[in-house]
């Protein structure tokens, strides 16, 4: 079982960044793969990124590749994740997740959820 926190969401203007972290439970983080996930009010919960349990290979949707960097440390299991020049379309609830094995796009294929942490960009 996992367990996940996340927290840095916030309120912010367009073209400022943010750092968003998600903090895990249990004990073999490194084997399990991470991922940013959001929703906006009205729409599909959508991928924003992943990254694989070492932390070797990352994958980024188009909307946010060359912004946004994920980063994992599993020495203190956690995940975070920097949001630069954040865009009124980044405007989310922000989900961490996590699955055992490999990372994939497709939400429904993960199995842990954090509760989210509202990201509202201003224009």
């Known amino acids: 079982q996992v367990q996940l926190v996340e927290s840095g969401g916030g309120l912010v203007q367009a073209g400022g960044s943010l750092t968003l972290s998600c903090a895990a439970s249990g004990r073999t983080f490194s084997m399990y793969a991470m991922g940013w996930f959001r929703q906006a009010p009205g729409k599909e919960r959508e991928f924003v990124v992943s990254?694989?349990?070492?932390?070797?290979?990352?994958n980024y949707a188009d909307s946010v590749k060359g912004r946004f960097t994920i980063s994992k440390d599993n020495a203190k299991n956690t995940v975070l994740m920097q949001m630069n020049l954040l865009k009124p379309e980044d405007t989310a609830v922000y989900y961490c997740a996590a699955r055992f094995g490999p990372q994939f796009g497709d939400w429904r294929l993960w199995n842990y959820w954090g509760q989210g942490t509202q990201v509202t960009v201003s224009s």
């Open positions: 990254i694989s349990g070492n932390g070797g290979a990352t």
